[in-house]
């Protein structure tokens, strides 16, 4: 008999699903009665099948307030139609509602709340200074959230280690689903003449933009035949638009790409760059690795899960723009380096990866032991 799974998490889902998320939630389906609680893009439907989404709330800088408030309320009423054994949270905020709502609307389900990464970045290194004002009560909920869940989950060596932090022992470890199929479609390629930092992610604080922007600066005058490709956009998107004004022949600015646009981006370039501050487990230098590129990572979070320095990659500290700007010299101005790494960077590639159906089967064996129904 299969269990009633809900998922819950303030993922915005597109209907119908792309390629990759339907293999998912296929594999899920195949193991479990199945219901997903998420939000939706503004103006796609919001009921489809399995698939429940909420609406995006009109004022955009709202929206994960209003989310995180009226989440309780909108999760008891899912809990008394949907009846799930089991609820997957993909924070310990998500989890933090569900407590309030089990217990109005008085549905005994099990909690299973996975760690992807460090939460208190989403107070300290994302969006609005503002968010800093509530950093105590957020830290609260979500310490509270972690010792009350029946079941914790994570990703990594390092989520797990944060998680034994707050005192408590994950109930299992192992990756996300992520579909490598863009980047593992057609065979790597040689490095590009012309040499390429390449960076992918949102421009926030917890990316180190600024840091980047400084380090760049600091690299390209000593590399003038290199140039520096982001991708990305966010609140920080005014300093790239200064480091474009400042060094237009070296640097350029994508806000989107498609996997298979970040996928041909990759291979234009001689290396990736990760500058986090904060980082959870890093799908874009699995991306990376799965190119035959080297990525060049700072020593935090789940980053030195990845990247060993000067094997596949280089290390430097978050806070340290010269030391960032040195290794963007290394690597571009030495191709037989970057090959090298390159080389290393495409054989951990399988290291990280998991099937639809594995990742499937490993929720499902949790499930049961979390609920006692195997």
């Known amino acids: 008999m299969k269990p009633r799974l809900l998922m819950i998490g303030r993922n915005r889902y597109r209907l119908p699903l792309n390629e990759s998320l339907e293999r998912k939630f296929a594999a899920l389906g195949e193991v479990a009665e199945l219901r997903v609680l998420g939000t939706s893009q503004r103006g796609d439907r919001r009921e489809s099948g399995r698939f429940h989404l909420l609406p995006v709330f009109p004022v955009r800088k709202l ?30 905020y998500e989890a933090a509602a569900l407590l309030v709502a089990r217990a109005l609307a008085r549905v005994p389900a099990s909690i299973v709340l996975e760690v992807h990464g460090d939460w208190r970045t989403l107070t300290r290194l994302y969006g609005s200074p503002l968010r800093r004002l509530v950093r ?22 390092y989520t797990t280690q944060i998680v034994r932090e707050q005192g408590v022992e994950p109930a299992d470890e192992f990756p996300a689903y992520m579909d490598f199929a863009s980047f593992i479609r057609e065979p790597v390629k040689p490095l590009p003449e012309r040499p390429q930092a390449l960076f ?44 474009v ?13 498609s996997q298979e646009e970040v996928s041909a981006a990759l291979d234009d370039s001689t290396l990736l760059v990760l500058p986090s501050r904060s980082e959870g487990m890093g799908r874009v230098v699995i991306e990376a690795f799965c190119r035959g590129r080297a990525v060049i990572g700072t020593r935090v979070g789940g980053i030195p899960d990845l990247v060993e ?13 010269g030391a960032l700007a040195d290794a963007f010299v290394r690597v571009l101005a030495d191709r037989d380096l970057a090959e090298r790494l390159g080389q290393a960077a495409q054989a951990c590639a399988d290291l990280w990866s998991i099937s639809p159906q594995e990742f499937a089967r490993r929720v499902r064996t949790l499930v049961d032991r979390t609920t006692g129904l195997s």
């Open 309 to 321: 320095d000067d094997v596949n990659g280089l290390l430097v500290d978050p806070g340290d723009p």
């Open 63 to 92: 929206d994960g307030f209003a989310f995180y408030l009226s989440l309780p309320y909108r999760l008891a009423k899912e809990l008394r139609r949907f009846r799930p054994d089991a609820v997957l949270t993909q924070s310990p």
């Open 136 to 157: 105590p009560t957020a830290d609260g909920i979500a310490s509270f959230a972690l010792r009350r869940a029946d079941a914790v989950r994570t990703v990594s060596p």
């Open 200 to 243: 992918v992610g949102v421009l926030e604080r917890y990316k180190n933009v600024d840091g980047l922007a400084a380090a760049w600066r600091l690299a390209a005058p000593r590399v003038p035949d290199a140039r520096l490709r982001v991708v990305g956009s966010g609140a920080l998107a005014n300093v790239v638009e200064r480091l």
């Open 245 to 257: 004004a400042d060094l237009p022949g070296q640097t350029h600015w994508v806000p989107h790409m």
